[in-house]
């Protein structure tokens, strides 16, 4: 961290936050210049409140130049994460394709999608049964009878399965669930990340459309800093100006994620661009930027889904899609 | 609601998607050109999953013309709504300041900054118990004691207290807050809000820092739908390229905001800038462009808040700025 | 500025890049730590070019600390800038409203908008000779034409003119203009930006849609440097995700601008909201936040306007937005 | 295109509106519902101004339903554009190279580099002469004998040249150049692009940083108006809130654009991401969405680079992802 003076400090005020920073653990070495002082401040800054310092009348400006994550952190712990889900593993030059419904919807509807995706090669079953809606007149998902179907889908297939929740009190629905996600609009629920944290079980954290990747690992770090080192980051797209697609899919988070973090980063095509011709080329495109994984809606019947249709793809389109990025990735081994 | 159908739609799925709309109390008019057709929809579309249809094969794009929000639309509900906290009114010609420190800190705190904002016109205090910070190794908030010294000090000056809530859990905490806080970030925490709408007390919304006006009324719809309709909407700015103010203040969101619906908006200066300097002029022009009230930090001692501290007002720069705004309105009366 | 280096860096290129920067008249005053070293640099680091540091191999990060731009900087120019635009001033008190139709259509409605304005309190007349149309079957302006008629309508007011150039080879027609404007998309035309910098003339640089505030000053620092020190800045929205208006005003751009620079900033409501009925409130609302002037666009014929029309209020409605601004500013003086 | 009206909407308005629109050989379909009449039209509505009508008493909302361009709309022209650029070809399948400097900085330089990436497979070649840069005390390229070295380079290697223009001033100077680049600064610069468009040359036309694909096509269509077909798009990231990387590369662009047109589209890894590492990753992903070429900077002396050092790869790094770019097309040929 770098603390820029201003011209002439109270050198009270300058001694105090000297001595407030060595009682840190934080060297401070103070550059002089003819018009300018400069402190340079060396060690564990993360546990510095950038603010504090910021809000003091002697300085001007204050740089953080280290990252404020830990155990998210690639330079203290530079070999990737394999996170192992039911047998599955992702990371680490382990591939998971994650596929199935937006919406649970029927016993029929997920298992026949659980089994569909499974011949073609999918490694876990997702489907909400909690739904994100932003009205609150639009299907809110099945809730409770939707987790025990995404079971029953599992106990078919063998798939381990990955859903969402939406509030810490649905916690105890997630027992047997194998993977729970957080999205989007939680991402900086810190509540419920907090409490994520005490479990001893994966959770994929979807990046918040328009949280920054430092805001992203920062939210892994509440999980992390719970015990839970089982975190799987999720690239879904940010929100910009741009309508063609619903938000912009960040595929050069992937490269920037493996080189600051050491977990897995996955991609979701479809709730990303919204739209369903767009989420082979972005999945094709996610595999080639090194991505550890994949999330892609599949739906047996697309045109009647009850949310999301537009970004689902069939099973016949989706197998087809599986043989693209198995060729491509054998091309790039 | 307009469809722009593709060419030659399949008769037999058109028909299907005019039957099910009329089932819905839709009317649908179908306009017949020579290259196109367009199906206008007439009735009640917020009960339409737009996205449903969007998913049709015949379907090219779907535009929506009306609103989705109902209980939030001025058009259903011409007049101002006044929200009356504790007898002090916010909206249809009512203004508020709403003042205090980013955290509770200590009684001692609270209780001055209470007395001190109270005697410079404020008509309710704030201040943080539970705080979100984007690191878990940021100091948290006092959590149930900031209520309870918030309780006090609210009995020391008679002053309502507006305090963020961050999850459902900590609701029995808040039964004697006057109005309860929804933060950015959990502007879409839609399990949150469905709880909030079966209160009977007063919830200032914060606008999500990349959420649309739109969306933000559809928050509102969220808590309205349940029955409580004391929603007070807040502009706390928006999150762009911009890197000179933490966010950028929408001020546009207040004349258009107070068009399409009839809730108060209040405007959050100091988390929009995140810069003590700024919150005077932007105050100033929140004022002038018709916001129904304010909501500002004001701290004892700006130079050692433990959070959030560049964007606090000192005592004597919001009195002043208090008087400032009164001179304004007389002058804009 | 401030150097991060990698760890253990080799020792020849940093002696390398010490000396380089020293002979730049930079002070460098390394701060060795026990993992890392920082150079701290101090001096005109506005001669560096930063990426070219960022480049080295040993290096891990800069971060500039000191703003780039000298003839803009409020640091080395304390006072403000006042402009003379033919007799009147902009800046350092002077409040100056900018006011005309979008473009220029005939004589007939140029003189009677002017002479409608000025009966208003308008100081300065705008309007549209060279228009830029996102469509090229878009009207674009009466061109050489437009300004005849602009001069004619100064000749029969007296109000100096404003008008906007788009390419560098027009300006032999601008010789009589009393202020060139430079439209948003021509922000960064850095030629253009040259060649007006050899003038002895007024120059109202609009904010680009996506620049940041340092941006602007950068270009604002292209004309200055050129020798022409008669720069006006206008902030006219940025591009963000919001669709309710067309761009959003960023008005903390007053403030922060008039901290980092001695030049006089105006604001564009018209453009920026793209709506008339929010330009009286973004008007007073830019007035407040202490900007030196607006430019509003007032059509005699609003419905019927070739360009724009949507954003153009009507005389009547001008001359009460100007009489509300002149009430606003007594009161706040 | 479709019309909303205003509740009872001034009858006599209505007729001029609607007779005005059939002068324009536009069919008006009304269709009155109980509470609201839409106007549908059907035509050639790229030629009506949007807000002209949208300016109307009687107009509550106008939204556009066809897309606003024409000889740049695949829909008009369902076959591949191929560009043939001195025997070159990129579109239609013919997968294209763009390689070379950033800037061009003297003839060993610009020579040694163009050998090499010709070596390595590079299809032309591409080296700044006239650089935009955001600070005037920047080197701004070598201009015409920048140029000059280009069309030595050429003459040694037999690679056809791409360069950047920055005012329509400097055409004489591109007479000999293969492809002329215009800048993203410069993708609304109107009147260079009427110029262009009289030209019998490839223009390689880069989205501004914060245009929407429309905006970028619009353009195409102001050179493609004029006469000169001969246009390539590049994708070269856009503006966000995100700092990880310099702009946000959005590879969803070559999906839809290659939908809505028929243009060729190559994407620039280097300047969308400012970082060396990230080019080989994003040129692959770009390259598995689909894009018809790539455009990456190589410079045989990457940390001294005179300007964009960053974003460069070493001659040894450009082969090895030539390499691995020719696999993976090979695989999902």
Not at 186 to 200: V, Y
Request: net charge negative; aromatic share 4%.
């Amino acid at each position: 961290m770098v603390v820029l003076l201003k011209k002439d400090p109270n050198k009270q005020q300058l001694e105090g936050l000297i001595s407030w920073l060595q009682s840190k653990n934080i060297e401070v070495h103070p550059t002089v210049g003819q018009t300018r002082t400069i402190l340079g401040l060396i060690g564990d800054t993360s546990v510095i409140d950038i603010d504090l310092i910021r809000a003091l009348d002697i300085v001007e400006d204050v740089k953080r130049i280290q990252e404020p994550y830990k155990n998210a952190n690639r330079k203290f712990h530079p070999d990737d994460t394999i996170i192992d889900v039911s047998g599955v593993k992702i990371g680490g030059g382990n591939f998971a394709v994650i596929a199935g419904p937006c919406s649970v919807e029927s016993e029929e509807q997920i298992c026949s999608v659980a089994e569909s995706v499974k011949a073609s090669g999918a490694n876990l079953l997702r489907g909400g049964a909690f739904k994100p809606r932003t009205s609150p007149y639009s299907f809110q998902g099945m809730r409770a009878d939707g987790i025990r179907l995404l079971l029953e889908a599992r106990e078919k297939t063998g798939l381990p399965i990955v859903t969402e929740i939406m509030d810490a009190e649905q916690l105890p629905l997630f027992e047997d669930v194998d993977v729970i996600q957080v999205g989007a609009r939680n991402m900086q629920n810190f509540e419920l990340l907090k409490k994520l944290g005490k479990l001893d079980k994966p959770v994929l954290l979807k990046r918040g459309f328009s949280s920054t990747l430092e805001e992203l690992l920062m939210s892994a770090e509440y999980i992390m800093a719970g015990g839970n080192s089982k975190v799987i980051l999720c690239e879904r797209g940010i929100r910009t100006f741009e309508t063609a697609t619903r938000n912009t899919l960040d595929l050069s988070a992937i490269p920037v994620l493996k080189e600051l973090t050491h977990l897995p980063v996955v991609v979701d095509p479809s709730h990303a661009t919204g739209i369903a011709r767009l989420v082979a080329p972005m999945s094709l495109a996610a595999t080639a930027a090194g991505a550890d994984g994949l999330i892609i809606e599949v739906h047996n019947d697309p045109t009647r889904a009850l949310c999301d249709g537009p970004q689902s793809l069939t099973p016949e389109a989706f197998d087809s899609l599986a043989k693209q990025i198995r060729h491509m990735q054998a091309a790039l081994a």
